[in-house]
Every structure is written in C-alpha cells, then in structure tokens.
C-alpha cells in the first residue's frame, strides 16, 4: 500500500505561481511512477504530468512549458511547480502513483486562479 498526501493548493491571480507538493509513504519501493492529473467541475479528471523513478517526465500539452514535474526520491515528494497560472488552470489537482500492478491517489488539493 501506498499513501499519498498533497499540499500547497490554494488560491492565486491569473499569472501568479504555486508550488504543489505529494509526499508518498509506505511500499513507496513498489513506484515505478508519479504523476498530476486535475478534475474541474463537470470535466472528466484529465493527466498534467508524470515522472518516472529514472527522472522521465511528460507533459500535457495544455501546460507545457509553465508547470515543471520534479522528485525529491530520497524525502518520496513529487512537486508540481506552476507558473503563469491561467483561469483554465482551476481545478481540484490528485496526486497518483503507480506500481507495476496497481495506482493509488490522494485526496486532492484544489487550486483556484482569479481573473
């Protein structure tokens, strides 16, 4: 089993930056994976990047070239850096991890970006 719980959501400007972080525990030997997806109301939950354990990241194409995927292997801490935040960006954001036999998501952060 593996537990993931994630931080750093909150409110922001159209433009302005936030820092989402997920810390994993327990079998966390067993991820091969990590990711960000993010769910808006009345959308379907939608993949905004994933890192790999060797470091190979991939990126949605909405937010390619503003949101930065980075792990901190040694604390288990995927962190989501998000910049030039755009009102689209508002959404409740999961993170997921995946073994080679089964994902697990934690409870969601939800971030808000003003106009």
């Known amino acids: 089993q593996v537990q993931l719980v994630e931080s750093g959501g909150g409110l922001v400007q159209a433009g302005g930056s936030l820092r989402l972080s997920c810390a994993a525990s327990g079998s966390v030997f067993s991820i091969v994976a990590m990711g960000w997806y993010r769910q808006a109301p009345g959308k379907q939950r939608e993949l905004i990047a994933t890192i790999t354990s060797s470091g190979i990241t991939n990126y949605a194409v909405a937010v390619k070239g503003r949101f930065t995927i980075s792990s901190v292997n040694a604390k288990n801490t995927v962190t989501l850096q998000m910049n030039s935040l755009k009102p689209e960006d508002t959404a409740a954001y999961y993170c997921?991890?995946?073994?080679?036999?089964?994902?697990?998501w934690g409870q969601g952060t939800q971030v808000t970006v003003s106009s």
């Open positions: 997921n991890a995946r073994s080679s036999s089964r994902e697990y």
